[in-house]
Nanobody, 123 residues
Framework: VQLVESGGGLVKAGGSLRLSCAASGRTGSQYFAGWFRQTPGKEREFVTAINWSTGKTYYADSVKGRFTISRDRAKNMVYLQMNSLKPEDTAVYYC?????????????????WGQGTQVTVSS
């Protein structure tokens, strides 16, 4: 499975961005699709995940109510709509895919990763 993110950029606090993740390859075996983020010197942090089959979603407390994950199974796309952005949301955002049914919020449970896209929120 290959993952390619797009949609990052610079936005002012309170603004919105929509990230996209295009998946190719053997996507039929995907169980969870997730978004993580990372800032320099810190570990990769769980943001949100979606059950590829059922569409059930999960969110970190820090983004609940502001971010929305969605997927288009026909297009093998995953989206992250980010609203009410804060400077602390600044990070490189990664799309990830998990084949097996493991805990969705642990980065080491994911099998495939995109290259990341930078999101910068100015105050």
């Amino acid at each position: 499975v290959q993952l390619v993110e797009s949609g990052g950029g610079l936005v002012k606090a309170g603004g919105s961005l929509r990230l996209s993740c295009a998946a190719s390859g053997r996507t039929g075996s995907q169980y969870f699709a997730g978004w993580f983020r990372q800032t320099p010197g810190k570990e990769r942090e769980f943001v949100t995940a979606i059950n590829w089959s059922t569409g059930k979603t999960y969110y970190a407390d820090s983004v609940k109510g502001r971010f929305t994950i969605s997927r288009d199974r026909a297009k093998n796309m995953v989206y992250l709509q980010m609203n009410s952005l804060k400077p602390e949301d600044t990070a490189v955002y990664y799309c990830a895919s998990m084949v097996s049914h493991y805990t969705y919020d642990r980065s080491d449970n994911y099998d495939y990763w995109g290259q990341g896209t930078q999101v910068t929120v100015s105050s």
